[in-house]
C-alpha cells in the first residue's frame, strides 16, 4: 500500500535473530499506522494478563505513513507496550529526528520480544541487526550513552537511549533521543531496561513510496507559505509552551502546591518572560517543522550558570514550579536536567516531589523535604533513580505511594498516571479528558484544554462536553496514527487531513469515514484495558477534585463527572459501564 512498507520486523532478544513480517493493506487501511498500528500489533501479540516485565511484553515501535516525508509536524515516532506504571495500555511518542534513521530501516513497526542475558545496544539497518555488548555504558547517564552511541556507529544514525531510571527499572522511566527529546509517560524506557536494551540506534536508505509524493512536496510549500507568520506559529517560535503558564494561572486552573491551589502567586518569576531574561533562549525545531516550539536555554548567571537543555517545557515548568512552588526559572532547569540525564518523566517527578513534600508534613514519611527545597527534590530524584532509600518506595509509581504510605485518598492520579497542568476543577473538559483516556490522565490524546481556554465551549459547562470532546479526541487519534505534532492541531483539520491522507496513500477518506477510524482505534484501545482488567469504576477522578476547592471556588462534582462520561460511553457506542458493543 502507498506510504506504508508493509513489513514487520520482530527481534528476538532471547535467540539474537529476527523475522520480517507482511502486514496487510487491509490492517493498514483500517489502522492506518502509529497508534492504530500500534494497538493492533499489541493486541495481536500481546498475552492477557502479562506482567509488564516479563519477557512476553512485547515493546513496540511504530512509524506513519507521513514518516520521513516533507509534511510538516510528521517528525515522530510512537512506541507502545503495557505499561509498568499503570498495568495498562501504554503508549508514548517523541520528536526530534529519530524517526528518519527508524523510518530509512524499511519497516513499518518494530517489535522487541523477549530479555537479552545482558546489557547490550540494538544496531539497526535496512539490511542487517547487530546485537552489541552494552556493559561498558550500563549504568551512564542517557547524554553520554547517546554521544558514545554515536561514536560506534559506521554511517549517520538516530539514536534511542534509556538511562539509569530506565535500567533500575523505574516505573516511570522514559526513552531519549536527539540528547533532549523524550518518549516520557507510561515507563518505556523502564520496558526497554527490563530487556537489557541500553540504546537502539537506526539508519537505513530505504524510502516511502508514497502516492503522491510532488504533491506532498507541494502541500508541504503551500502550508509554509500560508502559516510561517501565522500568529499561533509565532507565538510558539517565540515563546514556546511556557507561555501557557500566565494563561493558566489568569485561568485560576495552574496546578499549585500538589493540587491545593490553582495559582500560583510567584508565576511570574517562571513564566515564559522570565524564561527570556534569565536563560539565553532559542528556537529549536524537529526535523520537519517551522512551529521551532522547542527552545534551546543556557542558564545565565547563579549556581547553574553555563547549564544548557531545551526547556523546559510547560508541564515542567507547572510539575516542579506549581506543584513544588520552585519560584526561580534556572532552578526549574536545573531539575529538568536531572530528569533528562537519569531518564525520568518530569510530570511524574514533580508530582511525586509533591507528593513526598506532604507526606512529611502529614507525617506519613521520614524524608525530610519541603516546598521550594530544589537540591532536597534533587536528592529525591536520584534516590529514586538508585532505588535508595524511600526512593525505592516512589519508583514504584504514584499508586504504591499510595498503598505504602497510606495516602491513598491523597494521591492525584487516575488509572496510576498524574494528570498535566490543566486543573479538572477549572477546566471540566479536561476532568472528561483525564477520565476516560487510555493511558490514565493524559492531556495530550485530546488537548481539550484548547477548547476550553479558547472559548469553543465554555469550561465549566458540562451538557452537550462529551461530543464536543469526543470530535477533538478522534482527530487526536488520527494525528496519533499518521504520526503528527499536535501543535499542528490549528492547521490540520478534517478536510486537511484527508487530503494528506490522500496524497500519502492514494485513500480517498471524507470526515466520517476518518472518524469512524479513528473510533475503532479508541475501542481497541478500550478492549485491551478491559482485557486486563480494568473496568468503569476506573473512568474517574481522584476524591480531592470532588470535595476540595481551590481558591477561586472551583470544583468538580462526581455527578458532573458522572454524566460527562456517560455521554461519552454512549456516543462511542459502549454500554453503560463502558464496554464496546460490537
Given amino acids: 500500500m502507498k506510504g506504508f512498507y508493509?513489513?514487520?520486523?520482530?527481534?528476538?532478544?532471547?535467540?539474537?535473530v529476527s523475522d520480517v513480517i507482511n502486514i496487510s493493506d487491509?490492517?493498514?487501511k483500517s489502522n492506518l499506522g502509529g497508534k492504530g498500528l500500534g494497538t493492533h500489533l499489541l493486541l495481536k501479540y500481546n498475552k492477557k494478563g502479562i506482567d509488564p516485565f516479563d519477557e512476553e511484553n512485547h515493546l513496540i515501535f511504530t512509524?506513519?505513513?507521513?514518516?520521513?516525508?516533507?509534511?510538516?509536524?510528521?517528525?515522530?515516532?510512537?512506541?507502545?507496550?503495557?505499561?509498568?506504571?499503570?498495568?495498562?495500555?501504554?503508549?508514548?511518542?517523541?520528536?526530534?529526528?529519530?524517526?528518519?534513521?527508524?523510518?530509512?530501516?524499511?519497516?513499518?513497526?518494530?517489535?522487541?520480544?523477549?530479555?537479552?542475558?545482558?546489557?547490550?545496544?540494538?544496531?539497526?539497518?535496512?539490511?542487517?541487526?547487530?546485537?552489541?555488548?552494552?556493559?561498558?555504558?550500563?549504568?551512564?547517564?542517557?547524554?553520554?550513552?547517546?554521544?558514545?552511541?554515536?561514536?560506534?556507529?559506521?554511517?549517520?544514525?538516530?539514536?534511542?537511549?534509556?538511562?539509569?531510571?530506565?535500567?533500575?527499572?523505574?516505573?516511570?522511566?522514559?526513552?531519549?533521543?536527539?540528547?533532549?527529546?523524550?518518549?516520557?509517560?507510561?515507563?518505556?524506557?523502564?520496558?526497554?531496561?527490563?530487556?537489557?536494551?541500553?540504546?537502539i540506534a537506526f539508519s537505513g536508505t530505504k524510502k516511502r513510496d508514497f502516492y503522491d509524493p510532488k504533491g506532498m512536496n507541494a502541500y508541504a510549500k503551500n502550508t509554509y507559505n500560508k502559516l510561517k507568520n501565522h500568529n499561533t506559529s509565532i507565538a510558539?517560535?517565540?515563546?514556546?509552551?511556557?507561555?501557557?503558564?500566565?494563561?493558566?494561572?489568569k485561568k485560576g486552573a495552574f496546578p499549585t502546591r500538589y493540587w491545593q491551589k490553582g495559582v500560583y502567586d510567584k508565576w511570574l518569576n517562571i513564566d515564559a518572560l522570565s524564561m527570556h531574561e534569565n536563560l539565553k533562549v532559542k528556537p529549536n525545531a524537529c526535523s520537519i517543522c517551522f512551529l521551532a516550539c522547542g527552545k534551546i536555554s543556557e542558564v545565565k548567571t547563579g549556581r547553574h550558570k553555563g547549564l544548557k537543555l531545551e526547556g523546559p517545557e510547560y508541564e515542567t515548568i507547572y510539575s516542579f514550579g506549581g506543584l513544588c512552588e520552585i519560584d526561580k526559572i534556572e532552578e526549574i532547569a536545573y531539575l529538568n536536567n536531572i530528569c533528562d540525564s537519569l531518564g525520568i518523566d518530569t510530570i511524574t517527578g514533580g508530582n511525586l516531589a509533591g507528593l513526598a513534600i506532604e507526606a512529611y508534613k502529614k507525617g506519613k514519611n521520614k524524608?525530610?523535604?519541603?516546598?521550594?527545597?530544589?537540591?532536597?527534590?534533587?536528592?529525591?530524584?536520584?534516590?529514586?533513580?538508585?532505588?535508595?532509600?524511600?526512593?525505592?518506595?516512589?519508583?514504584?509509581?504514584?499508586?504504591?505511594?499510595?498503598?505504602?504510605?497510606?495516602?491513598?485518598?491523597?494521591?492525584?492520579?487516575?488509572?496510576?498516571?498524574?494528570p498535566a497542568g490543566y486543573d479538572p476543577r477549572v477546566l471540566k473538559g479536561m476532568g472528561l479528558a483525564y477520565a476516560v483516556n487510555e493511558?490514565?490522565?493524559?492531556?495530550?490524546?485530546?488537548?481539550?484544554?484548547?477548547?476550553?481556554?479558547?472559548?469553543?465551549?465554555?469550561?465549566?459547562?458540562?451538557?452537550?462536553?462529551?461530543e464536543i470532546f469526543i470530535d477533538y479526541e478522534d482527530r487526536a487519534t488520527l494525528f496519533d496514527s499518521l504520526i503528527l505534532c499536535r501543535f499542528y492541531r490549528d492547521f490540520y483539520l478534517w478536510d486537511e487531513l484527508s487530503e494528506i491522507i490522500?496524497?500519502?496513500?492514494?485513500l480517498t477518506l471524507n470526515k466520517n469515514e476518518l472518524k469512524i477510524i479513528a473510533s475503532n482505534i479508541k475501542t481497541n484501545t478500550?478492549?485491551?484495558?478491559?482485557?486486563?482488567?480494568?473496568d468503569y469504576k476506573a473512568d474517574s477522578l481522584p476524591k480531592r477534585f470532588y470535595t476540595e476547592e481551590i481558591e477561586n471556588g472551583a470544583i468538580i462534582k462526581e455527578q458532573e463527572l458522572n454524566l460527562m462520561v456517560q455521554d461519552y460511553y454512549k456516543i462511542r457506542g459502549w454500554n453503560s459501564k463502558g464496554i464496546p458493543v460490537i
Fill in 439 to 466: 493511558r490514565g490522565a493524559c492531556h495530550l490524546r485530546s488537548t481539550f484544554y484548547k477548547a476550553e481556554l479558547s472559548g469553543v465551549i465554555e469550561p465549566d459547562k458540562t451538557i452537550g462536553k462529551a
Fill in 502 to 506: 490522500g496524497l500519502s496513500t492514494g
Fill in 236 to 249: 510558539y517560535k517565540n515563546f514556546g509552551t511556557p507561555m501557557s503558564v500566565e494563561i493558566l494561572n
Fill in 367 to 418: 524524608r525530610n523535604i519541603d516546598y521550594g527545597d530544589v537540591d532536597g527534590i534533587a536528592k529525591f530524584l536520584n534516590d529514586i533513580t538508585y532505588r535508595k532509600n524511600d526512593g525505592d518506595i516512589f519508583a514504584e509509581g504514584i499508586k504504591n505511594v499510595g498503598k505504602v504510605l497510606d495516602m491513598e485518598d491523597f494521591t492525584i492520579h487516575v488509572k496510576g498516571l498524574e
Fill in 26 to 28: 487491509e490492517v493498514l
Fill in 526 to 534: 478500550r478492549l485491551f484495558n478491559l482485557r486486563e482488567g480494568m
Fill in 63 to 199: 512509524m506513519g505513513p507521513l514518516s520521513d516525508s516533507r509534511i510538516f509536524g510528521s517528525s515522530r515516532y510512537a512506541v507502545f507496550t503495557k505499561s509498568p506504571l499503570t498495568e495498562l495500555y501504554g503508549e508514548s511518542y517523541s520528536g526530534g529526528s529519530a524517526v528518519i534513521g527508524m523510518s530509512r530501516t524499511g519497516y513499518d513497526a518494530i517489535i522487541l520480544r523477549g530479555k537479552s542475558d545482558k546489557p547490550i545496544w540494538l544496531n539497526i539497518t535496512d539490511n542487517d541487526i547487530s546485537f552489541l555488548d552494552a556493559k561498558d555504558i550500563w549504568g551512564k547517564n542517557t547524554f553520554d550513552t547517546e554521544e558514545i552511541i554515536s561514536t560506534r556507529v559506521k554511517k549517520k544514525s538516530n539514536i534511542l537511549v534509556i538511562g539509569p531510571a530506565g535500567e533500575n527499572l523505574v516505573k516511570f522511566a522514559v526513552i531519549k533521543n536527539d540528547k533532549w527529546r523524550v518518549a516520557g509517560r507510561t515507563g518505556m524506557g523502564a520496558v526497554l531496561g527490563s530487556k537489557k536494551i541500553k540504546a
Fill in 6 to 16: 508493509n513489513k514487520l520486523l520482530l527481534i528476538d532478544l532471547n535467540n539474537r
